[in-house]
């Protein structure tokens, strides 16, 4: 009751007392006390909200209602049997205006909510945990796939631009086919194009390799970013090749390498050796366009010379694929007259330039654009099955507050009843009951918001590859408010409207004890709660087979070898000096204690190995196209420090150096596809690779993981390092190191070896080749431990609402029970008796739960490795745990059963 003094509550209370009299006398015996202490309330919250208007108006309207519902109920006493609580009489109308009553129902919610801490604290945190899993995920999604990246000015505009050669997959386009593009486009303001590109940066301190992009001189206009420092690159940067060095740094490489100073801009940056002049500061938060890479630094395209040191200037070399183009659109032109367009010129290009036929220019959003169609796919369909997951956590979330909020009602009849008795309608009990729910819904949603903050952030943290935002906008906000309101009307709305239609009259003839109107609908809810868990640990099951699988790969080689990468053609070396440099880091590192073995690697096994190219076979004409294959340039001894088995011929040798006889050696796969086309062996077989002249397959080796994981095994050419070391390919190259030991040990020595030729050297892939094929798992690790976890907080809320409701069955049985144990059953009898019901609902939740699961099957098929999306092995586990811990929830209401006093048990009835 409100502890506001409330001037002439007490004649008012008075007059209520004088009313009641309209009532029969049993039922002023036993309500008259909750009717004043319910009535007295009312005039408080309206003494507060309206003042003495308000209060007359609340004690006119009561005495009213109490007056017509007491003679009524005396009228109905008299024509049948007599009843000692009120009639249940139509809704009245509500009177009370609709923001004060609101007001008022959310202030008792909330005082309600407060005198039961722990049903408060159990509900807001099973909320806040399904709000948060779904605020997470659309945080992340939404950050890959929806929103608009930062800086960038009305990106709806913007599209994306496509080359695939010959029908093959979309993917980079020409620079030279850009330029004419950007000559004969009507429909757009502006085209531009970037290259994303590593680079060894150094402001006079220690040289480090960061991320960089080239871009045209174009590219921040049509964008719309502005510098906030300095300027931003334009078309005056972009003219003369490798002739204007200059570069726009990212607002956080200007925090980090130079405290925010704004003398900055001026200054000199060492780019590849090379001296470039500063000129301005990118935007806080401006991530460029490339979702796989988050660029420290901006240079004009025409420094591509520099950028790529020995590749000459691939700028006028229309067959160099190396860009990824994006445009704006003209103001009042669509998307289907931009892709006409560039159909049109597209054609104009095929048929005029020779390297140009076949290649097909397709048109995509600007959001499809900023990561590579692959990419993009599994992104899409990884969120679907994680939002699946998330919104199956979260219903059974609200699954869950519901049984509790079914119960809670319950045990409030009397209350209800007496406040029906007092005037309030039907509708008027729904309001205040489903205020309650959006209250519960909303403290979730505020712990929510803080739930998916910490769990986007720890996402964001793993290394799957793309730069994700992984802060709570307002379209996170906003996403997380309508979650929030639908959770309160999912979980509040049907026991609201439940308890608002009980039998008043024989809820106050048993004092509140029938619970038959609840029964029902609680146990369906378990039979829901037992069949969601179902399906989420059938998903996990699969997912931690799946990572298991994988784990127990055979990768065709043993990953103990400490790894250190380098590139010293970026840092200005000749490719002779590269050759020298290689040459001195093998014969350092050989001779360190305990040293095994040492080679190196132009790409190390993984998923970002994925140079494929075509290759040509001598006596081979292809019907259609060449054939493919990964490339590999590896070091002399490479196969013996893997210990990757050669199968037939030999491995590469020390000699095997320019000047001498080209040679390759080839993997199983490759061998059987030499030989599938040709119908001659693979060893032996001479190809031409990178165009080069005819080389011969010297050795067959054994299959081995060179990039995903689970990817089947795939033509692989192993090309001497040596025999190209004149070649810009021999630069960039990771040493590996097999030594006695953890190769752990060995890492800080192969850094040091580096330093000691180079100190300006900067290094990459420092670790272990064993630590990178575990990374490798990282994704499919991450999706395992999220469903994972989503089945096991499911499985617990399943087992908490299974045991509540037995729990609170057994204790509204206990009359019946007590009879039963009177009349002599035993207490393995009423075990089975609570068990045979727990079993029930188990058996019918289990049975839907399968049937979800299958349906799921597809969705999670394209995820999984070496098993079956309908693996019967993972059926049945999940089948036989189900079942194992929902008997176990169920066994101490069941021994609670037989713990009851019979006598006391019929007496309290």
Not at 542 to 569: C, I, M, Y
Not at 782 to 799: C, D, E, H, Q
Request: glycine share 10%; proline share 5%; with cysteine.
């Amino acid at each position: 009751m409100s502890d506001l003094r409330v001037p002439g509550l007490t004649l008012a209370a008075h007059l209520l007392r004088s009313a009641t009299l309209a009532y029969p006398l049993a039922f002023r015996r036993r309500f008259a006390s909750e009717m004043q202490c319910a009535f007295q309330e009312r005039c408080s919250d309206a003494w507060r909200d309206r003042g003495s208007r308000g209060l007359a108006a609340a004690v006119s309207r009561t005495i009213l209602d109490v007056l017509r519902a007491g003679l009524g109920e005396r009228l109905e006493h008299r024509r049948t049997a007599p009843a000692p609580g009120p009639h249940l009489r139509p809704d009245p109308p509500d009177r009370v205006p609709m923001f004060s009553s609101t007001l008022q129902d959310i202030r008792f919610a909330a005082r309600l909510l407060r005198k039961n801490p722990g049903f408060t604290l159990v509900a807001v945190l099973t909320l806040a945990l399904g709000i948060g899993a779904n605020t997470a995920i659309f945080t992340l999604v939404d950050s890959l796939l929806g929103r608009p990246l930062p800086g960038i000015e009305d990106s709806d505009s913007l599209f994306a631009l496509y080359t695939a050669d010959s029908g093959g997959s979309p993917g980079v386009s020409s620079i030279v086919d850009f330029r004419d593009f950007e000559e004969q486009l009507d429909t757009v303001s502006g085209v531009a194009a970037y290259k994303p590109r590593g680079a060894n940066v150094s402001n006079g301190g220690v040289t480090e390799q960061l991320s960089s992009m080239m871009v045209t001189g174009s590219y921040f206009e049509v964008l719309g970013v502005a510098a906030v420092l300095g300027r931003t690159i334009g078309l005056e940067d972009d003219i003369e090749p490798d002739g204007h060095p200059v570069g726009l740094i990212s607002y956080g490489l200007w925090q980090r390498r130079f405290a925010g100073d704004p003398d900055a801009v001026g200054s000199e940056l060492r780019v590849n050796g090379r001296a470039f002049t500063i000129i301005g500061v990118t935007p806080r938060g401006f991530r460029g366009t490339w979702l796989e890479s988050g660029p420290d630094l901006f240079v004009p395209m025409a420094m591509q010379p520099t950028m790529m040191p020995g590749n000459g200037n691939l700028l006028e070399r229309r067959g160099w694929g190396g860009v990824l183009v994006l445009g704006r659109r003209a103001e009042g032109q669509s998307v289907e007259a931009v892709r006409a367009e560039i159909e049109t010129v597209g054609a104009w290009l095929r048929t005029t330039f020779r390297v140009a036929q076949g290649r097909d220019y397709q048109v995509v959003s600007f959001a499809e654009g900023t990561m590579a169609p692959q990419a993009r796919t599994m992104v899409v369909q990884l969120s679907a099955l994680l939002f699946i997951v998330a919104g199956l956590v979260l219903l059974i979330a609200c699954v869950n507050v519901a049984n509790l909020l079914l119960a809670r009602a319950a045990r409030r009849t009397r209350e209800i009843a007496v406040r029906q008795a007092l005037g309030a309608g039907r509708r008027r009990i729904v309001n205040q009951l489903m205020a309650e729910s959006l209250l519960l819904s909303g403290l979730g949603g505020v712990v929510g918001i803080g739930v998916g903050a910490f769990l986007a952030r720890a996402v964001g943290q793993l290394p799957v590859g793309l730069t994700m935002a992984t802060g709570i906008d307002q379209r996170a906000l906003l996403f997380c408010a309508g979650v929030t309101l639908l959770t309160g009307l999912a979980f509040g709305l049907v026991p609201a409207r439940r308890a608002a239609q009980i039998d008043v009259n024989s809820r106050l003839r048993d004092g509140g004890q029938n619970v038959s109107a609840r029964g029902g609908l609680s146990s369906g809810l378990v039979v829901v709660q037992v069949a969601i868990s179902v399906v989420l640990l059938v998903t996990a099951g699969l997912f931690v087979r799946t990572l298991a699988n994988l784990s127990r790969l055979d990768l065709g080689f043993d990953p103990a070898v400490a790894t250190v990468g380098t590139d010293p053609g970026l840092q200005g070396y000749s490719t002779a000096e590269t050759a020298q440099f290689y040459a001195a880091a093998r014969e350092r590192l050989a001779a360190l204690p305990g040293v095994q073995r040492v080679s190196y690697v132009n790409a190390l096994p993984g998923p970002e190995n994925d140079g494929e190219d075509t290759f040509s076979i001598d006596g081979y004409a292809p019907a259609d196209g060449n054939p493919v294959a990964l490339f590999s340039l590896v070091g002399p001894d490479y196969f013996e420090l893997l210990r990757i088995p050669i199968v037939e011929g030999r491995g590469l040798l020390v000699t095997d150096t320019e000047g001498t006889q080209g040679v390759v050696v080839i993997n199983q796969a490759g061998a059987d596809r030499l030989e599938q086309l040709t119908g001659r062996p693979g060893l032996g077989a001479r190809l031409s690779v990178f165009g080069s002249p005819w080389v011969e397959v010297v050795g067959v080796v054994a299959n081995s993981v060179t990039s995903g994981v689970a990817d089947a095994p795939r033509t692989t050419l192993y090309v001497p390092q040596q025999q190209l070391a004149s070649t810009p390919f021999a630069s960039r190259m990771t040493l590996l190191v097999r030594a006695d030991g953890e190769p752990a040990t060995m890492v800080e020595e192969v850094r040091n070896v580096v330093r000691s030729i180079d100190p300006a050297l900067p290094v990459f892939n420092v670790g272990t080749l064993e630590t990178r094929m575990a990374s490798a798992l990282a994704q499919e690790r991450l999706t395992a431990v999220a469903i994972g976890a989503a089945a096991l907080l499911a499985l617990a809320l399943a087992l908490v609402g299974l045991y509540g409701i037995l729990a609170y069955t057994v204790s509204r049985r206990a009359a019946e029970l007590g009879v039963r144990m009177a009349l002599g059953a035993d207490a393995s009898h009423l075990v089975r008796m609570v068990l045979r019901q727990a079993s029930a609902l188990v058996v019918l939740g289990l049975v839907f739960g399968l049937a979800g699961a299958a349906a799921l099957a597809g969705l999670v098929e394209g995820f999984l490795f070496d098993v079956a999306a309908l693996d019967v092995a993972t059926y049945v586990g999940v089948l036989a745990l189900m079942f194992a811990v929902s008997l176990a929830a169920a066994w101490v209401p069941a021994r609670r059963a037989t713990s009851l006093d019979p006598v006391r048990a019929l007496r309290s009835e």
